[in-house]
């Protein structure tokens, strides 16, 4: 098994444009959660998804980001535009429970807008 | 992708001798927690995990143990390995599918 897989691994962009991060989650798996990581904050959750359906998007910092998920192998997480306070890890994780118990998280994004 | 605060506690210990990680939790009402492992450059590793009706459980050289009077959790790693260094961070689950993460506290192993 492959585990989460996230692409890129790593994202330098400049202030303005837009950043799509993305997620294949465990083969099976029922729910994908996006979090972020700062060192001031820790991890959060940004949104979660079950069934492929967005559940909870409280998270979600403001409107310039956005997150989709066409079907049960697939995600993005949109920034659009970026800003230097966006800099982070973006992680993906996935679970076979609805109850999100046992996560099984991919590598994570390191995102850096300059 | 290290789970760090700016005072990130950190533990040293010495290699073969036992860790012990603590955390505490903020809602009595919890009844589910998790210990994640997080190594530089990676995401997040679920360890073990631990329900409120159980006051210990172990794994391959871990254990954690759970105070519900305190709300306080512990992990224990016995004969600690280079390959544990790490940052380690507890969870609660807050909800349905919500969990709180600690900020972690890094795990120095020494040779």
């Known amino acids: 098994d492959a585990g989460v897989i996230q692409s890129p691994r790593h994202e330098v962009t400049e202030m303005g444009q837009e950043v799509t991060l993305r997620c294949k989650p465990i083969s099976g798996h029922n729910s994908l959660f996006w979090y972020r990581q700062t060192m001031m904050r820790g991890l959060e959750l940004l949104i979660y998804?079950?069934?492929?359906?967005?559940?909870?998007d409280s998270g979600m910092p403001e409107d310039r980001f956005s997150a989709k998920m066409p079907n049960a192998s697939f995600s993005t997480l949109k920034i659009q535009p970026s800003e230097p306070r966006d800099s982070a890890v973006y992680f993906c994780?996935?679970?076979?429970?609805?109850?999100?118990?046992?996560?099984?998280f991919g590598p994570g994004t390191r995102l850096l807008v300059l | 992708g290290e789970n760090v605060g700016l005072h990130l506690p950190t533990l040293s210990v010495q290699e073969g001798d036992n860790s012990i990680i603590n955390c505490a939790y903020s809602n009595s009402a919890s009844d589910y927690f998790i210990w994640y492992k997080q190594e530089s450059g990676k995401g997040p590793q679920f360890i073990i995990d631990?329900?409120?009706?159980?006051d210990k459980r172990q794994g391959q050289r871990v254990t954690v143990l759970l105070n519900k009077t305190v709300k306080h959790l512990s992990l224990q790693i016995a004969a600690t390995q280079p390959g544990d260094s790490a940052v380690y961070f507890c969870a609660e689950k807050a909800g349905t599918y919500k969990y709180i993460f600690g900020t972690g506290t890094r795990l120095k192993v020494l040779a």
């Open positions: 631990i329900r409120s009706n159980m």
């Open positions: 994780a996935s679970s076979a429970s609805g109850g999100g118990e046992t996560q099984y």
């Open positions: 998804f079950n069934n492929n359906v967005p559940i909870d």
